[in-house]
T-cell receptor, first 112, second 116 residues
Framework: TQLLEQSPQFLSIQEGENLTVYCNSSSVFSSLQWYRQEPGEGPVLLVTVVTGGEVKKLKRLTFQFGDARKDSSLHITAAQPGDTGLYLCAGGSTGTASKLTFGTGTRLQVTL | GAVVSQHPSWVICKSGTSVKIECRSLDFQATTMFWYRQFPKQSLMLMATSNEGSKATYEQGVEKDKFLINHASLTLSTLTVTSAHPEDSSFYIC????????????FGPGTRLLVL
């Protein structure tokens, strides 16, 4: 069974602070996706990384895929209250036709 | 865009009744749809993979007779929770994948089920 552990599970910070969320596994994934989910809604895709060592930036968010494609990180610079939500990583595996394994989730709260 | 809708958005039912949840891809044809459930403050757990015109593939531990999935067309999959019990109360989310080699999952807004 493939497991994706996220850390921390919960993070409460003030506006303007930086933070990093980690997503770790002992399994290799062909791709790694990051989602943000708000209460009562479905997840919204933020980014997909597919190459070991790949780094992608989306405004204040920086995503990195580990060299061995077993782990990933999400770094947010100067967090804003609008960043509040549940962040989920999800790994895709070759040969499983789009099937994703979701991480345990990190709940972020950004206060003024 | 790729829009996926779910209906209803929330439902309350009595224990023992059956509830049907619809998942539709509004502007594309979905060769594959997935059904997830999510308990409060937890991550998404895959329940089953639904392919148009064939039987759904259920994850280990998910009762196929309890959670009936039908994918009768390329734009519609349904999940029926049969003889619902309070422990079935959860947030059910579907996702859809376009055909043609694209593997991105587009998620619906979810359906909240409360069984009394």
């Amino acid at each position: 069974t493939q497991l994706l552990e996220q850390s921390p599970q919960f993070l409460s910070i003030q506006e303007g602070e930086n933070l990093t969320v980690y997503c770790n596994s002992s399994s290799v994934f062909s791709s790694l996706q990051w989602y943000r989910q708000e209460p009562g809604e479905g997840p919204v895709l933020l980014v997909t990384v597919v190459t070991g060592g790949e780094v992608k930036k989306l405004k204040r968010l920086t995503f990195q895929f580990g060299d061995a494609r077993k782990d990933s990180s999400l770094h947010i610079t100067a967090a804003q209250p609008g960043d509040t939500g549940l962040y989920l990583c999800a790994g895709g595996s070759t040969g499983t036709a789009s099937k994703l394994t979701f991480g345990t989730g990190t709940r972020l709260q950004v206060t003024l | 865009g790729a829009v996926v809708s779910q209906h209803p958005s929330w439902v309350i039912c009595k224990s023992g009744t059956s509830v049907k949840i619809e998942c539709r891809s509004l502007d594309f044809q979905a060769t594959t749809m997935f059904w997830y459930r999510q308990f409060p403050k937890q991550s998404l757990m895959l329940m089953a993979t639904s392919n148009e015109g064939s039987k759904a593939t259920y994850e280990q531990g998910v009762e196929k007779d309890k959670f009936l999935i039908n994918h009768a067309s390329l734009t519609l999959s349904t999940l029926t929770v049969t003889s619902a019990h309070p422990e079935d109360s959860s947030f059910y989310i579907c996702s859809a994948v376009r055909g043609g080699g694209q593997e991105t999952q587009y998620f619906g807004p979810g359906t909240r089920l409360l069984v009394l």
